[in-house]
């Protein structure tokens, strides 16, 4: 019999236990869900560009970023396509002879600004690229493509 005289299943483990227990998961996978931000609207995928600058790199490195590369991070999500690339020279605090300081331009160095168009939806306020990687503005990101890795930090969302 599945069910004893005693109301245990198997013998072993109450029905009333059981019933607690199956409560029990059901909240923490809810909770889980609702704060993880897996629970998003999935079925509302959209496309959001954001702008990501990459401070003081050297000019070469500069000339792998290329129009319609694929972006991921370092465990694989994809976060995106670059869309656009503007260089600009890149500034460095320079100490003058009388001990003041003077912000210069960098000859060897240029900072890169790109818009990159990623896909995600959005969850509680917050839009996830890929599903799982929240973009949040003022937050460094690593970037990997197919000719170059970096790091850069997210300027802006775009709407």
């Given at each position: 019999?599945?069910?004893?005289?005693?109301?245990?299943?198997?013998g072993?483990?109450?029905?009333?236990?059981?019933?607690?227990?199956?409560?029990?998961?059901?909240?923490?996978?809810?909770?889980?869900l609702?704060?993880?931000?897996?629970?998003?609207?999935?079925?509302?995928?959209?496309?959001?560009?954001?702008?990501?600058?990459?401070?003081?790199i050297?000019?070469?490195?500069?000339?792998?970023l290329?129009?319609?590369e694929?972006?991921?991070?370092?465990?694989?999500?994809?976060l995106?396509?670059?869309?656009?690339?503007?260089?600009?020279?890149?500034?460095?605090v320079?100490?003058?002879?009388?001990?003041?300081?003077?912000?210069a331009?960098?000859p060897?160095?240029?900072?890169?600004?790109?818009?990159?168009?990623?896909?995600?939806?959005?969850?509680?306020?917050?839009?996830y690229?890929?599903?799982?990687?929240?973009?949040?503005v003022?937050?460094?990101?690593?970037?990997?493509?197919?000719?170059?890795?970096?790091?850069?930090?997210?300027?802006?969302?775009?709407?």
């Open positions: 019999m599945i069910i004893d005289k005693n109301g245990k299943i198997f072993k483990i109450s029905i009333i236990d059981l019933f607690i227990l199956l409560v029990i998961i059901a909240a923490a996978a809810f909770l889980f609702k704060f993880s931000g897996l629970a998003g609207d999935k079925a509302n995928i959209t496309e959001k560009s954001y702008t990501v600058m990459i401070n003081s050297k000019e070469d490195t500069a000339s792998y290329k129009t319609g694929k972006l991921y991070d370092d465990k694989g999500s994809f995106g396509v670059i869309e656009d690339i503007k260089l600009q020279p890149s500034e460095v320079k100490t003058l002879d009388n001990g003041n300081y003077v912000v331009e960098n060897e160095r240029v900072d890169a600004v790109l818009t990159i168009k990623g896909k995600g939806f959005t969850s509680g306020g917050i839009f690229l890929d599903g799982k990687v929240s973009l949040l003022g937050t460094e990101r690593f970037f990997k493509g197919n000719r170059v890795d970096f790091e850069g930090n997210i300027l802006k969302i775009n709407d």
